[in-house]
């Protein structure tokens, strides 16, 4: 941190220094050493943020790639387990019990194929990594219909809606546990209801303090095009709601 302040108070304090030599400076021929010194240290700076620019992305680039192989390797251990499970089944000829295992298998896929339609790229790499970056919760999530978020959405309101979700989700993480060491257990509903995109969280279980987390809410959707309400069932229940921008989509969905 102290090496990336360095560079631009440096590059500043020799640009000012620069400009005052060259204030007094009378001579032509240092008058144009000076110039070209200052253009030298201008440059160098630019370059200097060019190269830095290109390092945070290829950091940001690198943590994306490491958090995607992660989410593929705990789909590829959820597979293997939920193969050798069956496997088990068969080899003990327990077949009654095939049909429940296939029927869990067949609703985590059809979970996995609603989130992956939501048509919010940033949303749908978040929800399908959670795990991988949310190991404290345990999130359920529920998606109402073949719903197409991207479609009914304007671009900025669908960024706000997915920043306003990951911040509801990290409220709950820091007010909705009774202790640090409790894993939370949070459900997480998305439906379209008349022409208004919903969003219902419902924590199981114990709940911390209803309060705190309903004002950290306010805090999240203010200035948003976004309202936070309490759900109607329990205090560990709370509501987002965005009004859609693209209503012939929204006819065409109800």
Same mark, same amino acid.
């Given at each position: 941190? /102290?090496?990336?302040?360095?560079?631009?108070?440096?590059?500043?304090?020799?640009?000012?220094?620069?400009? @005052?030599?060259?204030?007094?400076?009378?001579? $032509?021929?240092?008058?144009?050493?000076?110039?070209?010194?200052?253009?030298?240290?201008? #440059?160098?700076?630019?370059?200097?943020? /060019?190269?830095?620019?290109?390092?945070?992305? =290829?950091?940001?680039?690198?943590?994306?790639?490491? $958090?995607?192989? &992660? !989410?593929?390797?705990?789909?590829?251990?959820? #597979?293997?387990?939920?193969?050798?499970?069956?496997?088990?089944?068969?080899?003990?000829? /327990?077949?009654?019990?095939?049909?429940?295992? @296939?029927?869990?298998?067949?609703?985590?896929?059809?979970?996995?194929? =609603?989130?992956?339609?939501?048509?919010?790229?940033?949303?749908?790499?978040?929800?399908?990594?959670?795990?991988? @970056?949310?190991?404290?919760?345990?999130?359920?999530?529920?998606?109402?219909?073949?719903?197409?978020?991207? /479609?009914?959405?304007?671009? *900025?309101? &669908? *960024?706000?809606? $997915?920043?306003?979700?990951?911040?509801?989700?990290? &409220?709950?993480?820091? !007010?909705?546990?009774?202790? #640090?060491?409790?894993?939370?257990?949070?459900?997480?509903?998305?439906?379209?209801?008349?022409? *208004?995109?919903?969003?219902?969280?419902?924590?199981?279980?114990?709940?911390?303090?209803?309060?705190?987390?309903?004002?950290?809410?306010?805090?999240?959707?203010?200035?948003?095009?976004?309202?936070?309400?309490?759900?109607?069932? $329990?205090?560990?229940? @709370?509501?987002?709601?965005?009004?859609?921008?693209?209503?012939?989509?929204?006819?065409?969905?109800?």
């Amino acid at each position: 941190m /102290k090496h990336r302040f360095a560079v631009p108070v440096i590059a500043g304090t020799l640009t000012l220094a620069l400009l @005052v030599i060259l204030y007094f400076v009378d001579s $032509t021929v240092w008058y144009v050493v000076l110039c070209v010194c200052l253009l030298a240290v201008l #440059w160098g700076y630019i370059k200097y943020l /060019k190269e830095q620019a290109a390092n945070e992305r =290829k950091q940001l680039l690198e943590s994306v790639q490491r $958090t995607a192989a &992660a !989410t593929l390797g705990h789909h590829r251990h959820d #597979w293997m387990n939920d193969l050798q499970i069956l496997y088990g089944y068969i080899q003990l000829g /327990k077949i009654d019990k095939l049909a429940s295992c @296939v029927d869990r298998i067949k609703e985590r896929m059809a979970v996995e194929s =609603k989130i992956s339609r939501l048509g919010i790229p940033s949303l749908v790499f978040y929800l399908q990594s959670f795990r991988e @970056v949310n190991s404290s919760v345990q999130l359920a999530v529920n998606i109402e219909g073949d719903l197409e978020l991207g /479609k009914l959405l304007t671009t *900025e309101d &669908a *960024e706000e809606l $997915t920043e306003a979700i990951i911040a509801t989700i990290r &409220a709950f993480q820091f !007010t909705g546990r009774s202790s #640090w060491g409790e894993m939370l257990q949070l459900s997480m509903s998305i439906c379209l209801e008349h022409n *208004e995109v919903l969003i219902s969280f419902e924590q199981e279980g114990t709940s911390g303090n209803a309060e705190i987390l309903m004002k950290r809410l306010d805090e999240i959707v203010s200035g948003k095009r976004i309202r936070a309400e309490r759900g109607n069932s $329990t205090l560990a229940s @709370v509501r987002l709601r965005m009004l859609c921008g693209n209503l012939k989509e929204v006819n065409a969905c109800l």
